[in-house]
């Protein structure tokens, strides 16, 4: 069981938009809808931003988007914020019924 | 809404078992599934293991022969067991519900964390 994909870092100027991809197998963010996203602030705990590959929480601003193609899940943040600088997780349900998360992704706004 | 807190011992002794429980406000444990994740000082997440509220569990392969979590309804809490522990289990460790009922994929809400430092 290995941990999702993701980029290590990605990076954006305000205004403009980013996307950060999640890639998994068949057995996992293939093979199910159940792709979700989470932004960690420094020192506090996660925030789920996106569920279910695109559904996102009440509260969750809609300039954050899911989708996915194939194996691959991606997170997009349009609009890009000073305020949206973190670290960003992907996990996914797998056919084990265990969980996998990717190993993170530090989005800088530069 | 509900809220959780994890709560246990913040040092723990090479191969000892390492202890915590989630206290679980603002709503019944019942119906859901709860899990505990794992992050180690500067590394990512990783998914610990999940219990339902009736008692069944699944765990991470990588850690599942060393973990243990049970529910404990009437107190609106569970908890976490690794045994055998090493440097490499230093980390915060989150708990989490799942808020879908039949099946336990997104964690929200979470805990705080708590950091818990193996070191003799």
């Known amino acids: 069981q290995s941990a999702l994909t993701q980029p290590a870092s990605v990076s954006g100027s305000p205004g403009q938009s980013i996307t950060i991809s999640c890639t998994g197998t068949s057995s996992d963010v293939g093979g199910y809808n159940y792709v979700s996203w989470y932004q960690q602030q420094p020192g506090k705990a996660p925030k789920l931003m996106i569920y279910?590959?695109?559904k996102r929480p009440s509260g969750v601003s809609n300039r954050f988007s899911g989708s996915k193609s194939g194996n691959t899940a991606s997170l997009t943040i349009s609009g890009l914020q000073a305020e949206d600088e973190a670290d960003y997780y992907c996990?996914?349900?797998?056919?084990?019924?265990?969980?996998?998360f990717g190993g993170g992704t530090k989005l800088t706004v530069l | 809404q509900v809220q959780l807190q994890e709560s246990g011992p913040g040092l723990v002794k090479p191969s000892e078992t390492l202890s915590l429980t989630c206290t679980v406000s603002?709503?019944?444990?019942?119906?859901?599934?709860w899990s505990w994740i794992r992050q180690p000082p500067g590394k990512g997440l990783e998914w610990i293991g999940y219990i339902f509220y009736s008692g069944s569990t699944n765990y991470n392969p990588s850690l599942k022969s060393r973990v243990n979590i049970s529910v404990d309804t009437s107190k609106n809490q569970f908890s976490l067991n690794v045994s055998s522990v090493t440097a490499a289990d230093t980390a915060v460790y989150f708990c989490a519900r799942h808020p879908t009922v039949t099946t336990p994929r997104g964690f929200d809400p979470w805990g705080q964390g708590t950091l818990v430092t193996v070191s003799s």
């Open positions: 603002g709503g019944s444990i019942s119906s859901y599934y």
């Open positions: 279910d590959v695109t």
């Open positions: 996990s996914s349900y797998a056919s084990s019924t265990t969980l996998l």
